[in-house]
Each structure stands twice: as structure tokens, then as C-alpha cells.
């Protein structure tokens, strides 16, 4: 938000510097008053020095040195003086919360001033009107201060009066208009050395990018800002607000919270700005699923608000306080009443908030039964205009669907829906990182699951299988937008692996500050990615996927309402069969796993562990996850469509799988487009030695002999950059090493080369990947599930890079029982069988050892 300050020309530089470099106007202001100045002169040091207090964030301090600079003005007897002082300590008294006294001021100083003068004057009560909420008087204000300025050419004040009209303009949805006025504010600001409020105008260009959906400009921008900040020696709390905003909006919600935790740890004594971060604290904690401490932050932000008589923020504030107690489980008509009424309120006020405020009435409405109640609320939620932002266009489409199916408007409903996760497809394009784009599809879940309940009703397996597919790992269609030749990128990622590297061989506490750092600094980098120019979101046939799928058999598991359903897809039949509860099936997929990590850590040939055998954990895992639908495989290769929270599951286990091909994807989606990417014509390929690992190369080298031009990178030269620069574009690359799955983030995971870890961020800067990719690691084939159906880790990161097949581990493996599996594995590759077939066929070789049935359950072919 803007800031106002003051400027005398009888001063020449210092009030302009007071808002510049607040710092050194304060020095200044010291060294003329050491000098016992004149009172016009001893005046204007006090109030610059007022000024210079106030930006650095010591209110009460800056008001007594402005009632001082006041006094002396008054004894000076010069009225222009006088009134310029009055105006600054006015909106410094508004900005402290004591908006009825800093108005009084403000209003006398209008009357004492003339021409540019008043200008000026009447910017600072703009500033104190924007603190209430009065947008439109603070308009009139500034439309009159900006006409005045402009004639008498003082280009600063202009600049102020133009920054603070672009946000009020954006405040109240005119974007076009704001960035208008921001872009003219800028050059006037750069013009005239404002240095501290250039920062200032690229913050608010940061929030126009913002609400037009352009979240990593947006991020670009405000990082800027703090750079500049910075550099003046400001720490600006507008800035975390807005950031967090942007962070929220972005889905990510912890990060956006430890921002405000953070600023609210920093401030100072700002009691309006306090307020404003407690705001914004309530909703980063409201996102981030903690409804009390978003209950208690929003209370202390509408006690301050409701004190300092801000009623545009204290009602805000209300809202969020109700929607803590809604998520905290809360319901009924006392509740219904109140988030009417705030709803209401906030219509009146013009506050963005307000269409979310009438769906959560229409949904308490509804849950009381209250049909006209929720029908009115509901055609208010889905009211939006042309030019809002995705995210709330999609909003708006929601409240329009769940009128529709409140209504029984089956048609109307779908075509909300449908509408809503287009806006939704707009707003993830627009993201040049897969992480970003993935969590941005937990915007749209409410949205799907409306279309996939009423698939489920009408019993029809073909739209509930279009449905499942419409917002599922949507992140995955489109590659990451990431220069290849990004040198800082590159940099930051080389000393990264130095840092680990050295890490591994010896802890060390400022090592390890120095990796959070470094990690911290490639992801920012990432997450500022723009979308590239003429993204789209492809669509999904059904008709396409049985057209090619032949004899092979596709089974998608859809959860809705928590229960599992397989949609079977077969000879040109879609069957529709209910498994059972998801929980249920996640429960026999963690012991299966739990179990083949123990075997993991068996001898080949040792004696087998104690517990259930495999056989009776693949029964029951076969029934967990697919039920009846089991019936229908036959002796088929199978494509498996699993949900997010099952994509770890170790498919050789189960019995009727275990004999066959069986590719597993995110999505029928991907496995179309997985199938029509072409080998590359030369093919090449690449075998990778991590360090220690003694089966591996073993492994590595007998695999050398099987290929004997492919091109082998081991001891001190498995590095990253010679690993990526020979993995781009290969046809077959088998990388053996230390694998290493962050569930705490999953787009570090790596693999361990001679240099450091390989990390998603690294494979991501491959034109493409390999053709086909096996990863002979621990985990590799893990990921994270995120939004609403999307994954994120090292196997799924290679999908969008063009890899038409990876086979990756979902488990610990045993080193010494994998190496034979890998090596009959690609001496049926080498006979032209498929990658998953390849390796159906090397565990049936292998069949017979305990520890060796688990190392080939342990793997999944991922691909086409």
C-alpha cells in the first residue's frame, strides 16, 4: 500500500530524501538542527526526520518529533508551513489507528493551503480515507491532487498521488486503469531519484500482474521490491502481505504462512499495519488448515480494525473468523445469520471477499435445508465480471453449479463445472512450474467431484470416466518452462550438490544452512517461471483411448466420496465396478510396502522373514484396490490409472498381475500421449554408475557388454552435467545409485552421482528425456500427492520431457537381487519386447527367492 509523506522546497532535498533513503534524511535532519536553525528551517528537519521515523516503522517517536516540527511551524506564522506539517502528522495519526484526529488535521490543513500545496494535502487525506476503507471520497481527493500537481509540474507528488489512485483502482477491480497509473508513477519516480517509493510502484506492478492470474510475474516483481527495500534499509511490511496473497493463490499455503509468522515476529509499532498482518495471517492459516490460529488471528485484526474504525477491514476480518468456525466444523442457522448478514455487508463495501462469503452461505443454507436461502446466496456467489482473475471466475462458475444441483439442473450444473475448470485451466497454464500448476488443481477438486457424483447417479461409467480424467494430473500434460541455458539456475543447482556432497562425507550444522539456502533459491527461481505463449490444455477423448487400446485392457480407479471405484475398459466396453473405501485400499498398499521393505534388507538367499507371505499380501491388495473388476483382465496387458494416494502401490504383488505387462500412469491421458512419442532415430544409450554401490557395478558393467557402443559414465565422471548432457535426447538410459525421495519436497528428490544429487530441478532442464529410463535406485519411482490429483517427484517429472517409459522403484530395493533382474530385463528389450513386458519377463525368470520376489514386486513400469 502507498505511503504519504511530506515535501517543502524551502527544505531543497530533505523531505524527499525522507521518504528516499529515510536513514540518511534522519542524519540530515540531525546535523541542521545541531546548527539552531530558524523556526521554518528547525520545522522542516523535525518533520523529515518525523517522516524518515515513521517509514522505518517507530510511529510514536515520529509523532512527537511532527507535533514538535507543528509547534514550530506556528511560530513561524507562514500557513503553507503550517498546513504542510498538519497534513503529514495527519496521516501519520490516521496510519497509527487515530484516523478521527488525523481527518480533523487533515481537513484544517486543506483549509490553510493553496494550489500545489493543497494537492499535496489532499494526497495525505486520500492516504487516511484508503486506511478506512472510503475508496471512493479518497478518489475524488487524489482526482483533484493529480490535476493540481500536474499543473504546477511537481513531478513527485504526482507520482504519489498517481500511485496511490492505481491502487485504489485496483482495490476496486480496475486493473487496466491501475497499471495505468503505476507505469506513470514509476517513470516519474525514477525521473526524480524517489528511490524508496520506485520500489514501492514495482511492488504495486506486482500486484496488477497478481490479479491478472500471472502469479510468477507477480512474484518477480515483489521480489524486486524487496531487493530495493532492502537496499534503502526498509523492511516493509506491505510487502509480506501482498507476497503472501501471491503465495496463497499459488496453493502454497505453509510457505505463505511463515511469511506473515515472520513479519508479524518483525513489526514494529504500526497499530494499522498490525492489524493488516493479523489479517493476512488469519487467512494463510485458514488455507494452510489451522482454523484456530486463523480464529485467533482474525479476531485480534477485527478488535484492532473495529478500534481504529476501519469498518472495510474489520468486516473482512469478521469474515474470515466465520469461515474458521465453518472449517472447524461448525454449522447451523445462528452461523447461517451471521454470514448472511457479513455477506451483505461486504456487497455493500465493494470488498472482493463478498461472492466467497455468499457461497459459504449458500452451502450453510443448504445443509439447512433452506432452499430459497441457499438459491438467493448461491446466484450472488455466481455473479463475477469478464475481467476477474481465473481463480475467482472459477469460484463463481462453483457457486453457479451448486445452484444448478440444488435445483436439480443436472445440464446447468455440468456446464458450471465444465466452465470453472476451463478458468481454472487459464490460471494453471499460466505457471511455468510443475509445482505450481500441480497444487494450483486443488482449486478445481469441489468442481470435479460435483460431475463425478453425478456420473456415479446416473450409474454411467463413460462419463465417469471422462470426468476422473478432466482434472487428473493435469500437471503432467505440458513441460515445465525452464531455459535450458539458465546460468544462475545452473549454478545455484552445481553448488547445491557441492554442498550435499560435502554434507554426506561429514554434518556440519553451517553446511546445512548454506543447503536450505541454496534449495530455497533454486525453488523461488522456479516458481517465477511464466507459462510459455500458446499453452493449451489438451483434451481428453474416450473415444480415442478405445480406439487404440486393442487388446490391452485399461482399468482407472476413481475415488469419489471416498470410496473406490474401478472403471474397466475393455473391447470397446467401459464397465463401471465399486472396489470398496480408499482408506481401506491404503491400508493394504502400506503393508505390502512395509513387507517389501523388510525383504528389501533379506539376503538373496537368506530365510524368509516372519509375517504374511507375499501371496496372501497381493490377494489382499488385489481385492483392496480392485475388487471385482479383477475378473475382467484375462490374460491382457493392463494399463493402471491409480488415484494420487495410490500411486506407490507395488503392482507385481498382486496376483492377477503378476504374470503380465502392466504400465502405470497418472492418467489415461498421459498414457496416450506417452504412446505417441517416437524413439529417437540414433538410438543411443547411456549406462550411469553412482558412487557406492558395489552390485551396481556389477550391474553397470555386464550391461556395458550387452550394449557395447552405449556410452558408460562411471567412476568420477557420472557427473551432472555430463550425466544430463548425454541423457538428453537418449533412447534407452539406465542409471544405477542412491536413490533419495523428500516427502518434504518432493522436487529434490535425486539420485546420487560422483558430483552430488540429481535433482527433479536438473532433469527438468533436458530438452527431452531419454526414450526410455530405468532409475536401478531406491524410491525412484515415489512422488507426492498434491492438489487435486496431481504428483510430484523424479519418475513423474521425466513424463512431461518426452520419456515414453521409466521403470522405477516404489520401495527400498536389494542391490545384489535386483542387478540379474536388470540384466534380463534388457536382454528382452534388446529382443524388441516392451519395457513393461521386459520386465514381466525377467521376474518370471526370477521367480522362486523370497528376497528376489520382492525386488521384482519393488519396481513399476511407468509409461506407455
Same mark, same amino acid.
Given at each position: 500500500?502507498?505511503?504519504?509523506?511530506?515535501?517543502?522546497?524551502?527544505?531543497?532535498?530533505?523531505?524527499?530524501?525522507?521518504?528516499?533513503?529515510?536513514?540518511?534524511?534522519?542524519?540530515?535532519? %540531525?546535523?541542521?538542527?545541531?546548527?539552531?536553525?530558524?523556526?521554518?528551517?528547525?520545522?522542516?528537519?523535525?518533520?523529515?526526520?518525523?517522516?524518515?521515523?515513521?517509514?522505518?516503522?517507530?510511529?510514536?517517536?515520529?509523532?512527537?518529533?511532527?507535533?514538535?516540527?507543528?509547534?514550530?511551524?506556528?511560530?513561524?506564522?507562514?500557513?503553507?508551513?503550517?498546513?504542510?506539517? @498538519?497534513?503529514?502528522?495527519?496521516?501519520?495519526?490516521?496510519?497509527?489507528?487515530?484516523?478521527?484526529?488525523?481527518?480533523?488535521?487533515?481537513?484544517?490543513?486543506?483549509?490553510?493551503?493553496?494550489?500545489?500545496?493543497?494537492?499535496?494535502?489532499?494526497?495525505?487525506?486520500?492516504?487516511?480515507?484508503?486506511?478506512?476503507?472510503?475508496?471512493?471520497?479518497?478518489?475524488?481527493?487524489?482526482?483533484?491532487?493529480?490535476?493540481?500537481?500536474?499543473?504546477?509540474?511537481?513531478?513527485?507528488?504526482?507520482?504519489?498521488?498517481?500511485?496511490?489512485?492505481?491502487?485504489?483502482?485496483?482495490?476496486?477491480?480496475?486493473?487496466?486503469?491501475?497499471?495505468?497509473?503505476?507505469?506513470?508513477?514509476?517513470?516519474?519516480?525514477?525521473?526524480?531519484?524517489?528511490?524508496?517509493?520506485?520500489?514501492?510502484?514495482?511492488?504495486?506492478?506486482?500486484?496488477?500482474?497478481?490479479?491478472?492470474?500471472?502469479?510468477?510475474?507477480? @512474484?518477480?516483481?515483489?521480489?524486486?521490491?524487496?531487493?530495493?527495500?532492502?537496499?534503502?534499509?526498509?523492511?516493509?511490511?506491505?510487502?509480506?502481505?501482498?507476497?503472501?496473497?501471491?503465495?496463497?493463490?499459488?496453493?502454497?499455503?505453509?510457505?505463505?504462512?511463515?511469511?506473515?509468522?515472520?513479519?508479524?515476529?518483525?513489526?514494529?509499532?504500526?497499530?494499522?499495519?498490525?492489524?493488516?498482518?493479523?489479517?493476512?495471517?488469519?487467512?494463510?492459516?485458514?488455507?494452510?488448515? &489451522?482454523?484456530?490460529?486463523?480464529?485467533?488471528?482474525?479476531?485480534?485484526?477485527?478488535?484492532?480494525?473495529?478500534?481504529?474504525?476501519?469498518?472495510?477491514?474489520?468486516?473482512?476480518?469478521?469474515?474470515?473468523?466465520?469461515?474458521?468456525?465453518?472449517? !472447524?466444523?461448525?454449522?447451523?442457522?445462528?452461523?447461517?445469520?451471521?454470514?448472511?448478514?457479513?455477506?451483505?455487508?461486504?456487497?455493500?463495501?465493494?470488498?472482493?471477499?463478498?461472492?466467497?462469503?455468499?457461497?459459504?452461505?449458500?452451502?450453510?443454507?443448504?445443509?439447512?435445508?433452506?432452499?430459497?436461502?441457499?438459491?438467493?446466496? *448461491?446466484?450472488?456467489?455466481?455473479?463475477?465480471?469478464?475481467?476477474?482473475?481465473?481463480?475467482?471466475?472459477?469460484?463463481?462458475?462453483?457457486?453457479?453449479?451448486?445452484?444448478?444441483?440444488?435445483? !436439480?439442473?443436472?445440464?446447468?450444473?455440468?456446464?458450471?463445472?465444465? %466452465?470453472?475448470?476451463?478458468?481454472?485451466?487459464?490460471?494453471?497454464?499460466?505457471?511455468?512450474?510443475?509445482?505450481?500448476?500441480?497444487?494450483?488443481?486443488?482449486?478445481?477438486?469441489?468442481?470435479?467431484?460435483?460431475?463425478?457424483?453425478?456420473?456415479?447417479? %446416473?450409474?454411467?461409467?463413460?462419463?465417469?470416466?471422462?470426468?476422473?480424467?478432466?482434472?487428473?494430473?493435469?500437471? *503432467?500434460?505440458?513441460?515445465?518452462?525452464?531455459?535450458?541455458? &539458465?546460468?544462475?539456475?545452473?549454478?545455484?543447482?552445481?553448488?547445491?550438490?557441492?554442498?550435499?556432497?560435502?554434507?554426506?562425507? /561429514?554434518?556440519?550444522?553451517?553446511?546445512?544452512?548454506?543447503?536450505?539456502?541454496?534449495?530455497?533459491?533454486?525453488?523461488?527461481?522456479?516458481?517465477?517461471?511464466?507459462?510459455?505463449?500458446?499453452?493449451?490444455?489438451?483434451?481428453?477423448?474416450?473415444?480415442? @483411448?478405445?480406439?487404440?487400446?486393442?487388446?490391452? $485392457?485399461? +482399468?482407472?480407479? $476413481?475415488?469419489?466420496?471416498?470410496?473406490?471405484?474401478?472403471?474397466?475398459?475393455?473391447?470397446?466396453?467401459?464397465?463401471?465396478?465399486?472396489?470398496?473405501?480408499?482408506?481401506?485400499?491404503?491400508?493394504?498398499?502400506?503393508?505390502?510396502?512395509?513387507?517389501?521393505?523388510?525383504?528389501?534388507?533379506?539376503?538373496?538367499?537368506?530365510?524368509?522373514?516372519?509375517?504374511?507371505?507375499?501371496?496372501?499380501?497381493?490377494?489382499?491388495?488385489?481385492?483392496?484396490?480392485?475388487?471385482?473388476?479383477?475378473?475382467?483382465?484375462?490374460?491382457?496387458?493392463?494399463?493402471?490409472?491409480?488415484?494420487?494416494?495410490?500411486?506407490?502401490?507395488?503392482?507385481?504383488?498382486?496376483?492377477?498381475?503378476?504374470?503380465?505387462? +502392466?504400465?502405470?500412469?497418472?492418467?489415461?491421458?498421459?498414457?496416450?500421449?506417452?504412446?505417441?512419442? %517416437?524413439?529417437?532415430? &540414433?538410438?543411443?544409450?547411456?549406462?550411469?554408475?553412482?558412487?557406492?554401490?558395489?552390485?551396481?557395478?556389477?550391474?553397470?558393467?555386464?550391461?556395458?557388454?550387452?550394449?557395447?557402443?552405449?556410452? +558408460?559414465?562411471?567412476?568420477?565422471?557420472?557427473?551432472?552435467?555430463?550425466?544430463?548432457?548425454?541423457?538428453?535426447?537418449?533412447?534407452?538410459?539406465?542409471?544405477?545409485?542412491?536413490?533419495?525421495?523428500?516427502?518434504? /519436497?518432493?522436487?529434490?528428490? !535425486? *539420485?546420487?552421482?560422483? &558430483?552430488?544429487?540429481?535433482?527433479?530441478?536438473?532433469?527438468?532442464?533436458?530438452?527431452?528425456?531419454?526414450?526410455?529410463?530405468?532409475?536401478?535406485?531406491?524410491?525412484?519411482?515415489?512422488?507426492?500427492?498434491?492438489?487435486?490429483?496431481?504428483?510430484?517427484?523424479?519418475?513423474?517429472?521425466?513424463?512431461? *520431457?518426452?520419456?515414453?517409459?521409466?521403470?522405477? /522403484?516404489?520401495?527400498?530395493?536389494?542391490?545384489?537381487?535386483?542387478?540379474?533382474?536388470?540384466?534380463?530385463?534388457?536382454?528382452?528389450?534388446?529382443?524388441?519386447?516392451?519395457?513393461?513386458?521386459?520386465?514381466?519377463?525377467?521376474?518370471?525368470?526370477?521367480?522362486?527367492?523370497?528376497?528376489?520376489?520382492?525386488?521384482?514386486?519393488?519396481?513399476?513400469?511407468?509409461?506407455?
Amino acid at each position: 500500500m502507498p505511503t504519504a509523506g511530506g515535501s517543502a522546497e524551502a527544505a531543497e532535498n530533505l523531505l524527499p530524501l525522507a521518504l528516499s533513503r529515510p536513514h540518511d534524511a534522519i542524519a540530515s535532519a %540531525r546535523t541542521l538542527l545541531a546548527g539552531a536553525p530558524a523556526a521554518v528551517e528547525a520545522s522542516i528537519a523535525h518533520q523529515a526526520w518525523g517522516i524518515g521515523l515513521r517509514q522505518l516503522g517507530d510511529v510514536t517517536t515520529a509523532v512527537r518529533e511532527l507535533r514538535t516540527a507543528l509547534r514550530l511551524a506556528e511560530r513561524s506564522g507562514r500557513s503553507e508551513r503550517q498546513a504542510d506539517v @498538519l497534513a503529514t502528522l495527519g496521516a501519520t495519526l490516521g496510519r497509527a489507528g487515530r484516523s478521527r484526529e488525523g481527518l480533523a488535521r487533515l481537513d484544517r490543513a486543506v483549509d490553510l493551503s493553496r494550489g500545489a500545496l493543497t494537492g499535496r494535502v489532499l494526497l495525505r487525506r486520500a492516504d487516511v480515507l484508503l486506511v478506512l476503507g472510503r475508496h471512493r471520497e479518497a478518489l475524488d481527493d487524489l482526482r483533484s491532487a493529480i490535476t493540481r500537481l500536474r499543473r504546477s509540474g511537481d513531478q513527485v507528488w504526482e507520482a504519489r498521488s498517481r500511485n496511490y489512485r492505481g491502487f485504489i483502482q485496483l482495490a476496486l477491480g480496475s486493473t487496466l486503469r491501475a497499471d495505468a497509473d503505476f507505469a506513470v508513477a514509476e517513470k516519474l519516480y525514477a525521473a526524480t531519484g524517489q528511490e524508496f517509493e520506485y520500489a514501492e510502484a514495482r511492488q504495486n506492478r506486482g500486484l496488477v500482474a497478481f490479479s491478472r492470474g500471472d502469479l510468477p510475474a507477480a @512474484l518477480r516483481y515483489l521480489d524486486e521490491a524487496g531487493r530495493r527495500f532492502a537496499a534503502v534499509g526498509v523492511v516493509w511490511p506491505d510487502l509480506a502481505i501482498d507476497r503472501c496473497g501471491v503465495l496463497l493463490a499459488a496453493g502454497l499455503s505453509t510457505e505463505a504462512l511463515a511469511e506473515m509468522d515472520q513479519a508479524i515476529a518483525g513489526e514494529g509499532g504500526t497499530a494499522t499495519k498490525r492489524g493488516e498482518l493479523l489479517f493476512a495471517a488469519a487467512t494463510a492459516a485458514l488455507a494452510a488448515g &489451522d482454523p484456530a490460529a486463523a480464529r485467533e488471528h482474525a479476531d485480534r485484526a477485527r478488535r484492532l480494525f473495529s478500534a481504529q474504525r476501519r469498518e472495510w477491514w474489520s468486516v473482512r476480518s469478521s469474515m474470515v473468523l466465520l469461515e474458521a468456525r465453518y472449517q !472447524s466444523g461448525e454449522r447451523g442457522e445462528r452461523l447461517l445469520r451471521r454470514v448472511s448478514a457479513v455477506a451483505g455487508r461486504l456487497d455493500a463495501l465493494g470488498a472482493s471477499e463478498a461472492s466467497a462469503a455468499h457461497l459459504l452461505a449458500g452451502r450453510l443454507a443448504l445443509a439447512e435445508g433452506r432452499a430459497r436461502a441457499a438459491d438467493r446466496q *448461491l446466484e450472488l456467489a455466481g455473479r463475477h465480471s469478464k475481467d476477474a482473475p481465473p481463480i475467482a471466475r472459477s469460484a463463481a462458475w462453483l457457486g453457479k453449479a451448486l445452484r444448478a444441483e440444488a435445483r !436439480s439442473d443436472v445440464r446447468g450444473m455440468l456446464s458450471a463445472c465444465a %466452465r470453472g475448470l476451463d478458468a481454472l485451466d487459464e490460471h494453471r497454464l499460466a505457471m511455468g512450474a510443475t509445482e505450481l500448476r500441480a497444487l494450483s488443481t486443488g482449486h478445481g477438486a469441489e468442481l470435479a467431484g460435483l460431475a463425478l457424483r453425478d456420473a456415479l447417479r %446416473r450409474d454411467d461409467p463413460r462419463r465417469l470416466l471422462s470426468w476422473g480424467e478432466r482434472w487428473r494430473a493435469t500437471a *503432467l500434460g505440458v513441460p515445465p518452462v525452464r531455459p535450458p541455458d &539458465d546460468e544462475q539456475l545452473v549454478g545455484e543447482l552445481a553448488a547445491l550438490r557441492d554442498v550435499v556432497r560435502r554434507l554426506d562425507a /561429514s554434518p556440519d550444522l553451517s553446511l546445512e544452512k548454506e543447503r536450505r539456502r541454496l534449495e530455497k533459491a533454486v525453488r523461488d527461481r522456479a516458481l517465477r517461471a511464466t507459462g510459455g505463449a500458446n499453452r493449451i490444455a489438451l483434451r481428453f477423448d474416450v473415444d480415442e @483411448l478405445v480406439g487404440v487400446l486393442g487388446e490391452t $485392457v485399461l +482399468v482407472e480407479l $476413481v475415488e469419489v466420496g471416498g470410496v473406490l471405484h474401478a472403471v474397466v475398459v475393455r473391447d470397446g466396453r467401459i464397465t463401471k465396478h465399486e472396489v470398496g473405501p480408499l482408506a481401506a485400499a491404503a491400508l493394504e498398499v502400506e503393508r505390502s510396502r512395509f513387507r517389501l521393505r523388510r525383504l528389501a534388507h533379506g539376503r538373496p538367499h537368506g530365510r524368509p522373514q516372519g509375517g504374511p507371505s507375499l501371496e496372501v499380501l497381493g490377494a489382499r491388495l488385489g481385492d483392496a484396490i480392485l475388487g471385482s473388476a479383477q475378473e475382467l483382465l484375462g490374460d491382457r496387458p493392463v494399463v493402471m490409472v491409480p488415484p494420487g494416494r495410490l500411486h506407490a502401490l507395488p503392482w507385481g504383488l498382486v496376483p492377477v498381475l503378476a504374470d503380465r505387462a +502392466v504400465n502405470v500412469v497418472p492418467s489415461a491421458a498421459t498414457w496416450l500421449r506417452a504412446r505417441q512419442v %517416437r524413439p529417437p532415430s &540414433d538410438h543411443r544409450v547411456v549406462l550411469v554408475l553412482g558412487p557406492g554401490l558395489s552390485a551396481g557395478r556389477a550391474e553397470v558393467m555386464q550391461l556395458a557388454k550387452q550394449y557395447p557402443d552405449a556410452t +558408460v559414465l562411471t567412476d568420477g565422471d557420472a557427473t551432472a552435467e555430463k550425466v544430463l548432457r548425454e541423457l538428453d535426447g537418449a533412447w534407452i538410459a539406465h542409471i544405477a545409485a542412491h536413490g533419495t525421495f523428500r516427502s518434504d /519436497s518432493p522436487l529434490f528428490s !535425486s *539420485l546420487r552421482l560422483d &558430483d552430488g544429487p540429481l535433482t527433479v530441478y536438473d532433469f527438468e532442464r533436458l530438452h527431452r528425456a531419454p526414450y526410455r529410463m530405468v532409475l536401478s535406485s531406491c524410491d525412484s519411482g515415489l512422488a507426492k500427492p498434491v492438489g487435486a490429483d496431481e504428483l510430484l517427484g523424479l519418475s513423474s517429472s521425466l513424463i512431461p *520431457l518426452g520419456a515414453a517409459g521409466i521403470l522405477a /522403484s516404489v520401495v527400498p530395493v536389494n542391490d545384489p537381487a535386483t542387478a540379474p533382474l536388470m540384466l534380463a530385463m534388457h536382454e528382452n528389450l534388446q529382443a524388441g519386447q516392451s519395457l513393461a513386458a521386459a520386465f514381466a519377463a525377467a521376474r518370471l525368470e526370477a521367480r522362486g527367492d523370497p528376497v528376489a520376489d520382492a525386488a521384482g514386486c519393488s519396481f513399476v513400469a511407468l509409461g506407455a
